[in-house]
């Protein structure tokens, strides 16, 4: 098969297009490299075709049997520091895939997200749970927009019939996951901070919860959804298991033996208080989270080890 992946350079894009790769599909990678990395597809550049664009400029005349919507900056420190782009990768890079799917009959697979639920008064939260959203705040341009994706993909699959399938990603970890000031995700940032004895920065209390899926797990989930899944379905992908983020600055500070202390910040604006999934649909298409947490998060020191 023709796979298209936009964000296939970045941290779950790039994983998932290896994916396809190995079982012997033809992969172009789109991506405009804002916060995805050239060393992400290294390994399989030589077997893809590369289109370095960006969604919202998006055409093509290609055909494709799937096309695969990753492409949005995807950490609250990007939100905030490029709303606009954020907004409008999600709208109109939606809608410029969504076309080049419907002209080729290929099947549309949108990354959505959890952050489509807000702060969910329902945990685990399921895939009908319609959200609590703040349309105005700072997280607004990506919840806002993965709502609008999911929006613009069931506009068109009702008036021109597009075959799609949602995925919502809950919070998924791995090597690749860009740290730092730059991206600024939790498991990352923690283990950095902890690798150099610098203090682990918990915003608010740390009592808000996460449930955390190792990228391995989430990539099988994907590949599932898009095997065995229905289409025209929306499917979490994501774990039932709850972890304290205090609890997690814990762990780390204990799996890289460091010496960091654990410092307290203040909590962003609209930080959601909990979040887990509800992942029975996936369940019952025979997919499960399989890596711990101890095991995902020393994986990646060791990953942090060899660079
Ligand atoms: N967080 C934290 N310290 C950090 C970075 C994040 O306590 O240095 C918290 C953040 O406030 C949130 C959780 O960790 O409650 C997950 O944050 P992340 O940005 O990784 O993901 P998201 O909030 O989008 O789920």
Not at 76 to 101: C, Y
Not at 131 to 153: I, N, Q, W
Request: hydrophobic share 35%; glycine share 8%; net charge neutral.
């Amino acid at each position: 098969m023709k796979v298209l992946i936009a964000g296939g350079a970045g941290f779950l894009g790039s994983y998932l297009a290896e994916r396809f790769v190995a079982d012997g599909h033809n992969v172009h990678i789109l991506d405009n490299f804002v916060s995805g990395l050239k060393g992400n597809i290294e390994n399989i550049r030589d077997r893809i075709t590369l289109l370095e664009d960006d969604v919202t400029a998006f055409r093509t005349d290609e055909r494709y049997d799937i096309v695969v919507n990753f492409a949005s900056r995807a950490s609250r420190v990007e939100w905030e520091k490029h709303p606009v782009d954020v907004a409008l990768s999600n709208a109109v890079g939606s809608k410029n895939l969504i076309e080049v799917a419907l002209r080729c009959n290929a099947l549309y697979v949108y990354a959505s997200s959890s952050e489509v639920y807000g702060d969910p008064k329902v945990i685990p939260t399921p895939e009908d749970y319609v959200g609590c959203v703040s349309t105005t705040g700072s997280r607004s341009p990506y919840d806002e927009g993965k709502r609008f994706g999911d929006a613009l993909t069931k506009a068109y699959e009702r008036q021109y019939g597009l075959r799609n399938i949602i995925i919502r990603f809950f919070n998924t970890y791995g090597p690749r996951m860009r740290g730092g000031d730059f991206y600024g995700r939790v498991v990352d940032r923690f283990v950095n901070q902890a690798i150099n004895n610098e203090p682990i920065t918990v915003y608010g209390d740390g009592s808000q919860t996460r449930s955390f899926t190792y990228v391995s797990d989430t990539i099988e989930g994907v590949m599932t959804a898009i095997t065995r899944g229905k289409e025209g379905e929306v499917y979490n992908i994501g774990n039932d298991s709850e972890t304290r983020i205090v609890d997690l600055a814990k762990l780390i500070k204990k799996l890289t033996k460091s010496s960091s202390e654990v410092r307290f910040k203040d909590l962003p604006e609209n930080d959601p208080k909990r979040r887990a999934a509800d992942i029975a649909k996936m369940r019952k298409l025979g997919w499960e989270p399989e890596i711990p947490l101890e095991e995902g998060i020393t994986n990646i020191i060791t990953s942090k080890s060899k660079e």
